[in-house]
């Protein structure tokens, strides 16, 4: 079965500096990752996709990620974080027509 | 223009109650899904539909019946309501890669 996950509950990082958000995955065959970010009381919002192409995959709000298939890892970074950034994300894999998540990383920005 | 709404936003209920939650998108996707989020913020698939069929059903209790009247909407009745099933509910729905999603139901049981 196709799984991710997401070695870190939390990731704190100053403002303007850059982040990283760790995702590792199992899969049988090619993966095809996403990441999700979920706003306090909100749903989740898709931020980009891996699906096959460039290995490193550019989204919104300035994230970007890189698949690298020897370490079986998608980490999410963005080369300057705000505090608007501080929010909830997922690494998800697709597996037979439904998102398989990761357990989430809390991502704290401080001013 | 709400892309995926769900109704309620809040559900407080007793256990042994039963309880329904909408769900309809304006996207014109033929894929609707319900995922669970724990307490602990776990996501889990509960139900998938495809053009109002079922396509996937993740060892849900029975107590749980999703119904889809048209492909536009995916609603999700549960009946005899336990304490366990207090959790944010989320609907979505996809024209295949990427799921957009509502912005959740909190259901608690007392």
């Known amino acids: 079965a196709q799984s991710v996950a997401q070695p870190e509950d939390q990731v704190n990082v100053a403002e303007g500096n850059p982040l990283t958000v760790k995702c590792t995955y199992s899969?049988?065959?090619?993966?095809?990752l996403f990441w999700y970010v979920q706003y306090p009381n909100r749903g989740l919002q898709f931020l980009l996709k891996?699906?096959?192409?460039?290995?490193l995959v550019k989204g919104s709000y300035g994230f970007e990620a890189e698949f690298n298939k020897s370490q079986t890892s998608f980490h999410l970074k963005k080369p300057s974080a705000l505090v608007s950034d501080s929010a909830l994300y997922f690494c998800?894999?697709?597996?037979?027509?439904?998102?398989?998540f990761g357990q989430g990383t809390t991502l704290q920005v401080k001013p | 223009d709400t892309a995926v709404s769900q109704t309620p936003k809040y559900l407080v209920t007793q256990m042994g109650n039963d309880k329904s939650i909408k769900c309809e998108q304006n996207?014109?996707?033929?894929?609707m899904y319900w995922y669970k989020q724990d307490s602990k913020k776990f996501l889990k698939i509960m139900f998938s539909?495809?053009?109002?069929?079922?396509?996937i059903n993740e060892t849900v209790p029975n107590r749980f019946s999703p119904k889809s009247p048209d492909k536009a909407h995916l609603n999700l009745h549960i009946n005899s309501l336990e304490l366990g099933d207090s959790a944010v509910y989320f609907c979505?729905?996809?024209?295949?890669?990427?799921?957009?999603f509502g912005s959740g139901t909190r259901l608690t049981v007392v």
């Open positions: 979505a729905s996809s024209p295949g890669q990427v799921l957009t």
């Open positions: 899969v049988s065959g090619n993966p095809y």
């Open positions: 891996y699906i096959t192409g460039d290995n």
């Open positions: 998800a894999v697709r597996d037979t027509g439904k998102l398989i």
């Open positions: 996207l014109g996707h033929d894929t």
């Open positions: 539909y495809n053009n109002k069929e079922l396509i």
